[in-house]
């Protein structure tokens, strides 16, 4: 049934089992939520979430798509002038959830709480980050950040947001007499077409629902940026607790 992507849930599980309990003339089985429960922990089997990203993606097909399409589409920019972007979700004030502790001992304390870049990975855009205030307090007597800044009220990437980052990306490739590919993914936090209006930046699009498959970002690339963003909290919270500070939260301007 997985291979027609179709959901297999518990209530289905049941449903086959007394389905093939009738066709066995089984007539004194009987199953319930206990019982599924010990049937997948005895298997190893798990409920994940389905993604519309990699439903329904064949793999040659994928294939095909990036030696054929591909391959024509950016044949006439260089590699260091091929950029992809993506975007994801950053608990920036997440501290560790987990603490070694001894045995029996209680332990108190604790919230939980666009990268891009080059196909050589030499060159990297800044990456914009989404906020919800226009001026928030902890960005006061800030010359510049290391990174863009956008705002909505959901704090989360829009194509209007997207739009906008793109025109500027434009400007400064004009400023450096630069032209280069953008390649994006279906998302629909990105614009749904290549705005005409765009002239040292052309943008293309991955086919839908590949980006499990097709999209660079998703080969590690935000995995590592997470990991390496956990690291440096950590080494800030060590620092802090070694000089006796407090250090239980980190504002956006502190994250970038």
């Known amino acids: 049934m997985r291979d027609k992507n179709v959901p297999i849930s518990g209530l289905f599980i ?45 793999d040659n097909d994928s294939k095909n798509w990036t030696t054929e399409t591909l391959s ?19 608990f920036f004030q997440c501290l560790p959830q987990k603490t070694f502790t001894f045995k029996k001992e209680k332990c108190f304390g604790g919230k939980q709480s666009k ?3 080059d196909s050589t990975g030499h060159q990297k855009l800044k990456p914009l980050v989404i906020g919800r205030s226009k001026n928030s307090r902890c960005f006061k007597g800030a010359k510049s950040l290391e990174a863009d800044y956008d705002f909505n009220k959901k ?5 209007e947001n997207c739009e906008k980052w793109v025109q500027k990306l434009d400007k400064r490739m ?26 040292n ?21 935000i995995k590592k940026f997470k990991i390496h963003y956990r690291k440096r909290i950590v080494q800030k919270v060590i620092t802090a607790l070694e000089n006796n500070q407090s250090m239980t939260k980190i504002n956006l301007r502190e994250s970038i």
């Open 72 to 90: 024509k589409i950016l044949k006439d920019y260089k590699p260091e002038n091929i950029f992809n972007a993506d975007e994801t979700a950053l």
């Open 115 to 117: 990268a891009r870049l």
């Open 155 to 159: 704090s989360w990437m829009t194509s």
């Open 14 to 58: 049941i449903e086959k089992a007394l389905q093939f309990a009738k066709t066995l003339v089984c007539d004194e089985f009987r199953i319930s939520n206990g019982c599924l429960e010990k049937f997948k922990r005895r298997h190893g089997i798990m409920a994940k979430v389905i993604s519309g990203e990699s439903k329904d993606v064949d």
């Open 174 to 199: 004009i400023a450096e007499c630069h032209k280069i590919a953008l390649v994006f993914d279906n998302s629909p936090s990105h614009p749904k077409e290549s705005n005409p209006k765009l002239k």
């Open 201 to 221: 930046v052309t943008v293309f699009y991955l086919p839908p629902n590949t980006t499990s498959k097709l999209q660079p970002m998703d080969q590690g690339v």
